[in-house]
């Protein structure tokens, strides 16, 4: 027995509610929200399998805090800490690289020949075409997740194809429902027109059949469980909604290139 009071959701999501004031939300997706007795919010983001950090132990950190100086501190995974102070000042200081003790030996190639290598904080480049159109370069931890989504939602649809002008090249096109806004993924569709129950509806007499049949269900009490153990039957298995044509799709289209050769990045 404790004094907390715990929350759980159907999705998997818990509160927890001390007696002293704090408060921790952890969410179905592996993220945290803590509010301590202080005020003081920090928020643990879902970690990211696919990106590969400096320092997997340590975990992304958001802290904001309305009555210190600093207001908003985050440490990321590789260690740096980003400062914004209640002024309008900020300060980075760099992750110290001797917390780093297990360096592969391809890491420490890397560092002899003097190629950067970039972990989180990648920079992103941009082709711009003649044709006003434009391309922007990612690697595979930038769209893992995004493709991974896509290929289990039921409603998405992948396609891949190998470029015929290109070798080796392939084209990945996705095709998901549109959505008008970010808030529409919140709202649930009616599951009918109406919110009168269908035996009392209005019926139309010109469709109505000459004669019609009751269909006799399980007796009663059979299909809620036996003794005390009411609700413990088995539940059949729910049938999965037929996904519908939506009105207007979502096109996003990539190419994937073959990963480049050691060989190749020493020319």
């Known amino acids: 027995m404790t004094s907390e009071n715990l929350t759980i959701f159907g999705n998997g999501t818990t509160v927890n509610i001390f007696p002293d004031g704090y408060y921790m939300l952890h969410h179905y997706d592996g993220g945290r929200l803590e509010i301590d007795t202080e005020g003081i919010l920090t928020y643990f983001p879902r970690p990211v399998k696919n990106m590969e950090q400096l320092l997997p132990e340590r975990e992304i950190r958001y802290m904001f805090c309305h009555n210190a100086d600093v207001t908003v501190e985050t440490v990321d995974s590789d260690g740096n800490v980003f400062n914004v102070r209640n002024n309008g000042d900020f300060s980075v200081i760099p992750a110290n690289t001797d917390d780093i003790s297990d360096v592969s030996s391809e890491d420490q190639l890397r560092m002899d020949r003097k190629i950067t290598v970039f972990k989180e904080h990648a920079p992103r480049f941009f082709v711009v075409h003649a044709d006003g159109s434009g391309t922007e370069l990612l690697r595979y931890q930038d769209i893992a997740e995004y493709l991974t989504s896509a290929e289990q939602s039921p409603a998405t649809a992948v396609l891949r194809d190998e470029l015929p002008d290109f070798p080796g090249v392939v084209g990945i096109t996705i095709l998901k429902p549109y959505l008008s806004g970010p808030s529409e993924r919140w709202l649930k569709k009616y599951d009918q027109e109406s919110i009168i129950p269908p035996g009392i509806r209005c019926r139309d007499?010109?469709?109505?059949?000459?004669?019609?049949?009751?269909?006799?269900?399980?007796?009663?009490?059979?299909?809620?469980?036996?003794?005390?153990?009411?609700?413990?039957?088995?539940?059949?298995?729910?049938?999965?909604?037929?996904?519908?044509?939506?009105?207007?799709?979502?096109?996003?289209?990539?190419?994937?290139?073959?990963?480049?050769?050691?060989?190749?990045?020493?020319?």
């Open 205 to 267: 007499l010109n469709t109505l059949p000459s004669k019609e049949f009751k269909k006799p269900g399980p007796r009663f009490g059979t299909n809620v469980g036996q003794g005390l153990n009411v609700g413990g039957a088995v539940k059949t298995s729910v049938r999965i909604p037929i996904v519908k044509c939506p009105n207007m799709l979502e096109l996003r289209q990539l190419v994937q290139y073959k990963p480049m050769s050691d060989s190749l990045r020493t020319v």
